[in-house]
């Protein structure tokens, strides 16, 4: 029996309406959503991962910090693989990507493997989210399981990559807010930027650190550093964990309790702030941040933008706009 559409009926199936839009996009991400449409899809990218993790292991870095720029702009909608042919606002050319971000040819050999077998299905934001995961895995890292079912974007935002993504100087606050912004507690950021347990930073990234004489840093470390390190910057990298930089472990938490962190926006984390006992936590007990990462990894993958939810597409190629 239906009810006669009066304006208070009216207004409450509008509500009724309004709250099944937003739950059928909270909950279109799932772990089988492609278990009919494409059921070889996650074992194709992760062999294709793995041969890219084999040749160059700081590949493996490259490809987590990839997804975490595309998540923390516009959702994570692989708008960070268009490049400037196919759009004019390229995240690529934004300063915290710029001559850093890398790995997309990586992510784009993985999309034309599954495109041979399941051409127009996958999208490139799913193919970057499920690479995080399996590199994370080929370096001795953790694994999750990753929900699917993203869609590409057909925009990008150099601004938003500008003003989103946190830099190498960020203070302890902007770290925490930054990440707030994005539905991500203080916690979540500690543990995210445990991932700077693998990779390498260009020197400019670190100069002003190992050159201020500043209390919070290791002398001997700066003095390493120097040694390929002119107070001017450059390009030489140095990798983000001098003890194990190609294996995935809790080395990184350590060395900021020894003042080793190399980068300002590292060594904020323990500093006499409210992150300190989390960093802590984590310098002896690498089974909780194992097991943080890997949840921290699934919340920020569900950082979806609701108008690429509706409008979105599946992108042919990664880097170019169907």
């Known amino acids: ?31 089988n959503f492609y278990d ?20 160059e292991r700081r590949m493996a870095a490259s490809l987590i910090r ?56 996958v999208s490139c934001a799913d193919v970057l989210a499920v690479a995080a995961r399996d590199a994370s895995f080929a370096v001795g890292g953790p694994s999750w399981t990753v929900k699917l079912g993203r869609k590409d974007s057909i925009t990008a935002s150099r601004s938003l990559a500008e003003s989103d993504l946190p830099g190498f100087q960020s203070t302890l606050e902007q770290l925490i807010s930054k990440f707030a ?29 190992i050159y201020n004489n500043g209390s919070d840093i290791d002398a001997g470390f ?15 990298l140095a990798p983000l964990d001098l003890v194990t930089p190609n294996s995935f472990d809790n080395n990184y938490f350590k060395n900021l309790i020894q003042k080793k962190g190399l980068l300002a926006s590292d060594q904020v984390l323990f500093s006499g702030g409210s992150t300190d006992s989390i ?14 990462f890997a949840s921290a990894m699934i919340k920020m993958g569900d950082i979806i933008d609701s108008q690429t939810s509706q409008n979105g597409v599946i992108r042919k190629i990664c880097s170019a706009l169907n």
Not at 37 to 52: D, E, G
Not at 222 to 236: E, I, L, M, Q, V
Not at 284 to 289: A, D, E, I, N, R
């Open 66 to 121: 990839l997804h975490f720029h595309d998540c923390f702009v516009q959702g994570c909608d692989a708008s960070i693989l268009l490049d400037e042919a196919a759009i004019a606002t390229s995240e690529r050319s934004a300063a915290p990507n710029k001559n850093s971000a890398r790995g997309f040819e990586v992510i784009e050999a993985a999309k034309s493997e599954v495109e041979k077998i399941c051409p127009g299905v």
């Open 279 to 292: 960093v802590s936590e984590y310098s002896t007990k690498p089974s909780s941040f194992s097991s943080d």
């Open 222 to 236: 700066a003095s390493t550093r120097k040694r390929a390190c002119p107070a001017s910057g450059n390009s030489n």
């Open 181 to 209: 912004n994005k539905g991500l507690t203080a916690r979540d950021m500690v543990t995210l930027s445990g991932a700077h347990t693998i990779g390498q930073a260009q020197c400019f990234t670190f100069s002003d650190r």
């Open 1 to 31: 029996m239906s009810l006669p559409m009066n304006s208070h009926n009216s207004y409450a199936f509008s509500m009724l309406l309004l709250l099944l839009l937003n739950i059928s996009c909270n909950a279109q991400l799932s772990s």
């Open 36 to 55: 009919t449409t494409c059921p070889n899809a996650l074992s194709t990218i992760r062999t294709s991962i793995r041969k890219a993790v084999s040749s």
